[in-house]
């Protein structure tokens, strides 16, 4: 059955000829219980839950990591993130941490014939570390040395320093009278920071946190900064702004398949969002954020309707890691979640950066209107896999040096019946590994749970079964030892 399952998916492939559009959407911090169509009563996201009406929604789908830059390092190469140094959570003015010569998805994708851009936030890193980030002149390597033939970046995250976007590699509508100068050592410039001026913030931070930096805004941030101030971005209206770029990019290369890396700021603190989504949620700042992304996905899927390309475009809608209530920011989020008794990991244990299922179980969404039929899917499939699958739909092949994690379950993203992985890893120090309903988390003392049984891993079950433990610790061991990148 599962072989007739797959042969029908692959039959599917005589519509790559087509090369259809590619649009990854990839949210920050949202978790598997944030959107109705996961299962969220208390919020409505209707234009995320027509994607998982018209396509497949996965219930097993997971980020290679619990936050945020190992994640898009494995997405974009389709390698965990264990296997490269300096995938933790990357500074503001760390180096490039992917190989411009090793194959990414983007690089893959162009060499198919497609248009590639990545318009949104980064934290991958920039430059060669050879010295620092001079942001008064261009900066590469970066996302057009990885693949990507445009781009329009947050460099870093939307709580770091600088608070400017980055296009092509420059800094967006910078003057070059009021030159940009950023620090992540001492403090540059005289601009008022946290830790000078407490009390100049409209959103608080715990006390001792690493937010102290410049106020841009009314909030604190990590790192400091001068100068700039042209290119400096507004967060209320940041989400607005990166999804007028993707339109753009859409409408200019509508005559040609295209690749669109989409990733959103939301709903990553320090969550500051247009006006018109206050209060609309009942869940606070982080409830707010979470409309207005719906509402960035509508612009996107309205559009594509409009140009009559929503039945050649393959969408793919997913989160970096789990959710965190409140992080650094002090906005009221937790209260406004405990209040409505709202658990944003629904079912799953655990947050971002904990290796339970709520830190690295996400929304994952497949639709690809009028070739994928509709339909929820329990095979376990993970955004390294992206890679190898995408491969397969558009006809590239990966071969040495270009060795991966990534499996190629194209039939899994075309058929909901399909199946996918037989075992994951996930997470870059503290390890897991999944196989079948088997998990393991490899920790000093580890952890073994049945997510058949026991979704929310409440009973561990290491030392009764001791056996298990041991074959699961055997083929992580396999795995790390498999390869090791040059």
């Known amino acids: 059955m599962k072989i007739l399952l797959t ?21 920050d911090d949202l978790g598997y219980g944030d959107l109705s169509c996961y299962g969220a009563t208390a919020i409505r996201t209707p234009h995320i839950d027509q994607l998982a009406k018209d396509g497949i929604r996965f219930t097993d789908g997971y980020a290679a990591a619990a936050t945020c830059t190992p994640s898009r390092y494995s997405l974009l190469t389709g390698k965990l993130p264990f296997r490269q140094n300096g995938t933790g959570i990357a500074r503001g003015d760390a180096k490039l941490i992917i190989n411009p010569e090793h194959q990414t998805l983007p690089s893959m994708l162009k060499q198919a014939g497609y248009a590639t851009a990545c318009i949104g936030k980064w934290h991958l890193g920039l430059g060669d570390g050879k010295a620092p980030i001079n942001w008064n002149t261009k900066i590469k390597p970066g996302p057009n040395e990885i693949g990507f033939d445009y781009s329009y970046i947050i460099p870093a995250t939307n709580d770091r320093t600088p608070c400017v976007y980055l296009e092509n590699g420059r800094v967006a509508n910078l003057d070059p009278s009021d030159p940009l100068f950023v620090s992540y050592g001492k403090k540059v410039g005289t601009e008022p920071t946290v830790k000078e001026f407490p009390d100049r913030v409209k959103v608080k931070c715990r006390p001792g946190d690493h937010h102290n930096g410049t106020i841009h805004g009314g909030v604190g941030r990590i790192g400091t900064m001068t100068g700039g101030m042209a290119a400096r971005w507004d967060d209320e209206t940041m989400a607005d702004d990166l999804a007028a770029k993707a339109i753009q990019y859409i409408r200019k290369h509508k005559d040609q398949p295209f690749f669109l890396y989409f990733s959103t700021a939301d709903i990553h603190a320090p969550r500051l969002f247009h006006p018109r989504f206050s209060g609309k949620s ?119 040096p270009h060795q991966t994690d990534s499996q190629n379950h194209l039939p899994a993203l075309l058929d909901h019946r399909a199946a996918a992985r037989e075992f994951l890893i996930c997470g870059r120090r503290t390890m897991t590994i999944r196989k079948g309903n088997w998990k393991l988390i490899n920790s000093k003392q580890p952890q073994l749970y049945n997510l058949k049984q026991d979704l929310g891993e409440t009973k561990n079950l290491a030392s009764q079964l001791p056996e298990k433990v041991k074959i699961l610790q055997q083929k992580l061991q396999e795995e790390v030892k498999r390869y090791q990148l040059q």
């Not at 899927?301 to 009559?308: A, S």
Request: hydrophobic fraction near 40%.
């Open 7 to 27: 042969l029908i998916a692959l039959s599917s492939l005589s519509l790559a000829s087509t090369r259809p559009n590619i649009i990854i959407i990839y949210t």
């Open 282 to 400: 009942g869940l606070g700042p982080r409830g707010d954020m979470t409309l207005q992304l719906d509402d960035c996905v509508g612009q996107l899927t309205r559009e594509l309707t409009q140009l009559k390309l929503h039945q050649n475009t393959l969408i793919i809608f997913s989160s970096d890691n789990g959710p965190k209530l409140e992080d650094a920011y002090l906005d009221g989020s937790l209260a406004a979640a405990q209040k409505k008794n709202f658990n944003p990991a629904g079912p799953l244990r655990g947050t971002k950066y904990t290796p339970y299922e709520g830190g690295t179980r996400v929304p994952f969404i497949v639709t690809w209107k009028g070739t994928i039929a509709a339909g929820n899917s329990d095979a376990v499939i993970s955004q390294v896999d992206l890679l190898a699958s995408l491969a397969k739909l558009t006809g590239q092949s990966i071969e040495p």
